[in-house]
Structure formats: C-alpha cells, structure tokens
C-alpha cells in the first residue's frame, strides 16, 4: 500500500489512525488489491456483495439500469472514496446496483464480516474504524438526499442549475470543473442527453452560464 499512503490518510474510513497502525490492521483484515481494465465490471447487479470497497486511483461510477437498458449514474467515484458500505452493512442479499471502472483503477477490498468482529490481534484502533463506518455512512445518507433534491426539480433547466450551483459552492468558485461528460450528466440528473445539451444552449445564450466541455462557469451570482 506504500504507493497510495497519500489517498489512504483521505479516506474517511482510517480517520485517526497513524499510517503504521492502518497497516497493520488492513493486513489483519487481509485487505486485498485489485485491479481493473476501463470499462470493467468491479461489481455487478444481482450478485451478493461482502466486501467494502475503496478506490485508489482511477476513475469509477456506480450506475442502475432498468430492464430497458436505460442507465441512471448515480455516483461518481474518485480515489479515496469508499462504495457498497451501505449494501453490505444492511445485509443486501443482491447488490441493486452496479460498480464500472471508467478508467484503468485500482481497489482495495475490505471483507465486511471481518470488519465487525473481534480483532483477533486486539488491533487498539479497530473500534476507532467502526465508529468511522458510520459516520460515513450518515455522511453518505446526506449526499443521497442532496442529489434527491436535484431531482425533485420538475424541469432539466432547474435540475441543471440546482446542480451546477451545488458544484459552485462545493469548489468555491463561480468557475469550475464537474466530473462528467454529457451523456454521464444527463444519466446522472435522469434527463435526455438531447434536451438538456438544448437547455445548456438556453442558458448560454441567456448569459446564465458559459462552458466548454466539463468547464463551467456561471454568471448569475
């Protein structure tokens, strides 16, 4: 894990706990790391899922489709942030969603059973982790409810706005960067890629906003 201590010390999973100490409890809960190709499975709907997994580098979402093919984002996930804690914490028998490597990506996998249970070797800072877990996991809670409320909008326009004006405020800038491409934006606000590229030369031209590619910057501030 030497080559990904900088992401490791971000993960919210290992707050308070040394580099050293994080070693030796990832070794006692025979962490593993994986690998995948762009546009690999990592996990797929329907399948039991037991173990917590963290990206380390690379670039993956975590999609839901229909029985029509239809693709819904509804995380995108960077280095250092965890996915399937929820699934896996409340016992999911089939996992409701799948995880896809966008990117060439690395992961560490952390089985859950283990994770819960007595350290075998009294690692002092076990307790420490759980706590943690679920502090992630109310933190979790609270993004599910902020992309809720992108939705909740009735129309792609205010679905648009509510999101980049989230994406703003979270890089503290009126100019910023977001992490999709159009296709993936309308996937994740649950819009038609057609309507809202429309929207987006509405606004342009308004003078709401202004792009190029995954650039923004909004004007109406």
Do not use: W
Not at 4 to 19: A, H, Q, S, T
Not at 99 to 108: A, K, M, P
Not at 136 to 145: F, I, T, W
């Amino acid at each position: 894990m030497k080559n990904y201590e900088e992401i490791l010390r971000k993960v919210p999973l290992f707050g308070g706990i040394g580099d050293a100490e994080r070693d030796q409890m990832l070794a006692c809960l025979e962490a593993r790391q994986q690998r995948y190709a762009a546009g690999e499975l990592i996990l797929l709907a329907g399948q039991p899922v037991k173990t917590i997994g963290i990206l380390l580098a690379g670039r993956a979402q975590v999609i839901r489709e229909d029985f029509s093919g239809s693709r819904t984002i509804l995380t995108e996930l960077v280095p250092g942030e965890m996915f399937a804690e929820a699934f896996v914490c409340a016992g999911v028998k089939a996992l409701p969603v799948t995880v896809l490597s966008v990117s060439e990506c690395s992961v560490l996998t952390i089985d859950y059973r283990r994770m819960i249970q007595t350290c075998p070797s009294s690692c002092p800072f076990h307790a420490q982790m759980i706590q943690n877990m679920l502090a992630v996991l109310a933190n979790k809670n609270l993004l599910l409810n902020r992309r809720m409320g992108h939705l909740s909008n009735r129309t792609t326009r205010e679905k648009l706005l509510s999101y980049l004006l989230e994406q703003a405020a979270a890089q503290g800038s009126d100019t910023f960067t977001i992490p999709f491409s159009r296709q993936e934006l309308a996937d994740y606000l649950c819009v038609e890629r057609s309507a809202m590229s429309a929207v987006l030369g509405k606004l342009r031209e308004e003078g709401v906003l202004s792009f190029h590619r995954n650039r923004f910057a909004l004007h109406i501030r």
